[in-house]
Structure formats: structure tokens, C-alpha cells
């Protein structure tokens, strides 16, 4: 298809064909945590049916309470919201007052938050983050991350929550596990929730409490996870072009965005919108990277992942629709 025929949104669009995942090699949830450790070697990985489920197993494992407040940036998502509300209370300030401190690398742009006091829990928000193989997930030295399978390597479920020791881990698959009891019926509202409003709507009201995934999501996750050297490769040619235009990115050794926020002009409302080219519309972003400042602004995100090929960036700099990227 043409650019001008294709619609973008912030993440790779996920594939609904699933049925050749329904019969295979038996797979379980360590193996997908083995290919995951061999990946990135200084982290140790436990699997979750959604990054979402994981932020709540991880406030579990910590004896997390209403009382207690779970700092997140502003303009967090509503499942990052609920996700949180379920065991403690979210807040976006009074961050000294903070048990745990929910901190977004936005997009891939590794943020930090000057303030953080050192009792304070970090949890490191890296869900749209494509890691290098090979490299560290923490970037500010966290307890845990978060990494979003569909977010990044386009599937239709998954989650991992990457932990600094092996006790940490441990606890978190007990708390997994014993999630088990309805985790087939959240897998076939998830893929229902692509065709109904219904479905999707159940599958929200319920996923941040679910654990584990069944046979078919893991055989999917496992055919997956084999392709990320090559999405690596696909995504760094991308980011090639940009610098080719003269562009400079502020990447972070080992990470690399799924989208690049871009300066809002008059002409951007052509190719951002619900109905255009680039579907997610205008964002907004803490330009300073550091929560602690407040520099928020409206920006165009425009994607670079695997969705988007390197003709297709290259046609849209030609119509030099954008001003400066940020």
C-alpha cells in the first residue's frame, strides 16, 4: 500500500492471525524467560500476560496499600492509572511523599526524575523501549522494568518485568501463578477485543489482575522474540535516515525509540489525526527529560517502527511537511 493509504499508530500494529499458534511444541513461561535472559544477560525476566499485569504483581510483591502513593508522570495512560489504583493510590505530585516512583522512558527517551528520594521504590516504565541485545534494561538502576511484548515486537500478548536479583523473580512467578484461573478466557477477549467493543471492554476491565498466558500466546511470543535482531537492524536504518536529513537524535547507548517527537507547524494537522496518515494525533511530552522540571508540550510523534519502511520516512521528509525535530 502507499503511504497515503497507510495508517500509523504509536506501536506496530499486532497481527490478529493466531490460529497457527493454536497447535505446537509444548512451551512454557520459563522458556520464554530463558530466550529473554540469553537476550539481555544482566537482567533476570519474568513473563506476564501484559506489562500491565506485571505493574500490579510488582506493587503486590512490594505490600502495596491504599495509603500508600505509586508517583507516575502526568498525563500517564488509563491503564497505567488503573493499574496502580487497584493496590495503592497514583499520583503525579508530592513525589517525596512517594512509596514507589513509576518512571516512562517516553518512547524510548530515557527520563528521570531529580527529586526521587532514595527510599523511594523505582520502577522503570520502558514499555515501548527496543533494547539492543546484549544490553542492560536498567537505565537508572531500578528495581524493576517494564517491557511491553506488543508494544515492541508486535504481538498480541505479553509482558516482562525485568528484576535486578533472582529473589525478586521468584516471588514475582508465585504471584503469576497463582493468577492462573482465568487466563484463557483474557487471551480469547484480547484477540475479540480487535472486532469487539465488548470484548475489549472486558478484557481492560480485567487484564491488570491477570498473570500468566496459555500454550498458543506463548508459541507466538516464543516465533516473535526470534525476529528481534531483526527488527533491531530495521529499526537503526530507520533512525539512519533521520540523521541523514541532518536530524540529531538524543539516544541513549543501547535503546532505541519507537517514535520521535516532531515540532508542531501549521501543515501537521494533514498527517496527524485519527483519520490520517500518523493516527495517534499529538502527544504530549516533558521535552527536558526530567519530571522534576515541568517543560511539557504538544508534539507530533512520528513512528519508526517496524510499520513504517525506510521509503516510506524517506517520502515524508521529501514533502517536508515537518519543522525541526526536537
Not at 90 to 109: C, E, R, S
Amino acid at each position: 500500500m502507499s503511504l497515503e493509504m497507510d495508517s500509523h499508530f504509536l506501536w506496530p500494529e499486532h497481527s490478529s492471525s493466531f490460529s497457527r499458534f493454536m497447535f505446537g511444541p509444548r512451551i512454557s513461561a520459563s522458556d520464554i524467560e530463558t530466550t529473554v535472559a540469553t537476550l539481555y544477560p544482566d537482567a533476570v525476566p519474568v513473563l506476564f500476560s501484559s506489562a500491565r499485569a506485571g505493574l500490579t504483581a510488582i506493587l503486590q510483591l512490594l505490600n502495596m496499600g491504599r495509603p500508600d502513593i505509586v508517583w507516575c508522570p502526568p498525563y500517564s495512560s488509563h491503564c497505567v492509572l488503573e493499574s496502580i489504583a487497584r493496590l495503592s493510590t497514583p499520583a503525579t505530585t508530592a513525589i517525596d511523599q512517594a512509596k514507589v516512583a513509576l518512571i516512562y522512558h517516553h518512547w524510548g527517551f530515557v527520563n528521570r526524575h531529580t527529586g526521587l528520594l532514595p527510599h523511594t521504590t523505582l520502577i522503570e516504565d520502558a514499555v515501548d523501549t527496543l533494547f539492543i541485545p546484549g544490553t542492560n534494561p536498567f537505565a537508572l538502576n531500578g528495581r524493576f522494568v517494564l517491557w511491553s511484548l506488543p508494544k515492541v515486537i508486535a504481538t498480541i500478548w505479553g509482558g516482562v518485568v525485568f528484576c535486578q536479583n533472582n529473589e525478586d523473580a521468584r516471588r514475582l512467578r508465585a504471584i503469576r501463578d497463582e493468577r492462573y484461573a482465568f487466563q484463557t478466557i483474557q487471551a480469547v477477549l484480547r484477540i475479540a477485543g480487535d472486532h469487539s467493543g465488548m470484548a475489549a471492554m472486558y478484557w481492560h476491565g480485567s487484564e491488570s489482575l491477570n498473570g500468566g498466558l496459555p500454550g498458543f500466546a506463548l508459541r507466538q511470543i516464543k516465533t516473535h522474540l526470534n525476529t528481534l535482531p531483526h527488527l533491531v537492524q530495521q529499526r537503526i536504518r530507520l533512525l539512519e535516515v533521520i540523521q541523514d536529513a541532518g536530524i540529531k537524535l538524543p539516544l541513549f547507548a543501547g535503546r532505541l525509540p519507537s517514535n520521535i517527537p516532531v515540532t508542531i507547524i501549521e501543515d501537521s494537522k494533514k498527517w496527524w489525526g485519527i483519520h490520517s496518515i500518523f493516527s495517534a494525533g499529538y502527544r504530549s511530552m516533558n521535552l527536558t527529560c526530567d519530571y522534576a522540571e515541568n517543560s511539557w508540550e504538544r508534539v507530533a510523534p512520528l513512528p519508526v517502527h517496524q510499520d513504517i519502511s525506510s521509503s516510506s520516512l524517506k517520502a515524508v521528509f521529501c514533502t517536508q511537511f515537518c519543522g525541526a525535530l526536537l
